[in-house]
């Protein structure tokens, strides 16, 4: 990872999945009367790190076009502010924000507040090359870029995560709070020849695009609107009077699976996962018939 993303070792943590880095960072920075700021809705693990610490979560609503309100999200920084997360993309709602408009969040956030940019699906986005946020490091020793060997990879049962700190403290930190044994072998196996095989992520990338078009262009023929993805995977919301738990249910009935708005943060909204085109096609004619 040091060769990999020029970024050195002592500032590079490595856990069990990515979600193992993110808990280890709410057991190390918050606790009672602290705060922590997040896009809403957005991953579903963020609520569990105040839970856990009886820290205040602030939850600051996705603007228009389903993408963090940075500009809202600054506001909500306080003295008791610990730490902020930034989801890009964002899971569950697939928008993606330019890392100039990242940076200039970061330069307004002050020096002591942690602010982790949680990167599982950069290599989906289309904004800028995924190592362009890497460079933000060496400007801001509060940043901490959290990433996963789960998606694009493909290795998510054997759970890799890893972070790239603009500072050692974040690691230092984390590994204080945590058991020391947290990555098994075969993962760091799997995860190094991973890293050997950027062939494979770009092939992966190029078919995901592919379909994610051909998706995003059946859900328009439907008169439905998803948001400019830049994952893998789709957001939208549904026509109004549609009953989604019933909409949900019929769709599994029918072998397809997909992620119910309400249970992620927004009722009356799908999160649909990029298939192939057989499965794709599969999904549009049966949302088709139900709508």
Not at 198 to 211: I, K, Q, S
Not at 268 to 273: Q, S
Request: hydrophobic share 45%; proline share 5%; charged share 25%.
């Amino acid at each position: 990872m040091r060769d990999r993303y020029d970024v050195p070792e002592g500032r590079i943590t490595v856990g069990n999945g990515s979600c193992d880095v993110l808990l280890a960072a709410g057991d190390a920075l918050l606790e009672p009367g602290a705060e922590m700021v997040y896009a809403w809705p957005s991953f579903s693990v963020y609520p569990h790190l105040a839970a856990a610490s009886g820290a205040r979560a602030i939850a600051v609503p996705v603007d228009a076009e389903h993408r963090h309100d940075l500009d809202a999200m600054r506001a909500e920084i306080t003295a008791a502010t610990r730490l902020v997360i930034v989801c890009n993309p964002n899971n569950p709602t697939s928008t993606a924000l330019p890392l100039p408009d990242i940076e200039a969040f970061l330069r307004a956030v002050p020096r002591h507040v942690c602010v982790i940019l949680d990167e599982a699906y950069c290599e989906f986005s289309l904004l800028e090359d995924p190592d362009s946020s890497i460079a933000l490091l060496k400007r801001h020793s509060n940043l901490v870029l959290l990433r996963t060997f789960s998606k694009i990879h493909g290795l998510a049962a054997l759970r890799v995560g890893f972070a790239l700190c603009g500072s050692e403290d974040f690691r230092v930190a984390v590994d204080q709070v945590r058991q020391p044994f947290f990555c098994n072998a075969a993962a760091q196996a799997a995860a190094t020849e991973a890293l050997k095989h950027e062939d494979e992520v770009t092939r992966r990338v190029e078919l995901n695009l592919a379909e994610r078009s051909g998706l995003e262009a059946g859900l328009r023929s439907l008169g439905l609107d998803p948001a400019e993805s830049h994952a893998n995977f789709l957001w939208f919301d549904l026509p109004e009077g549609v009953d989604e738990p019933a909409l949900v249910a019929t769709l599994a009935q029918g072998g397809v699976l997909v992620r119910s708005g309400k249970a992620l943060g927004r009722e009356g909204a799908l999160r649909l996962t990029v298939g192939r085109e057989a499965e794709n096609e599969r999904f549009l004619a049966q949302l088709r018939s139900l709508l």
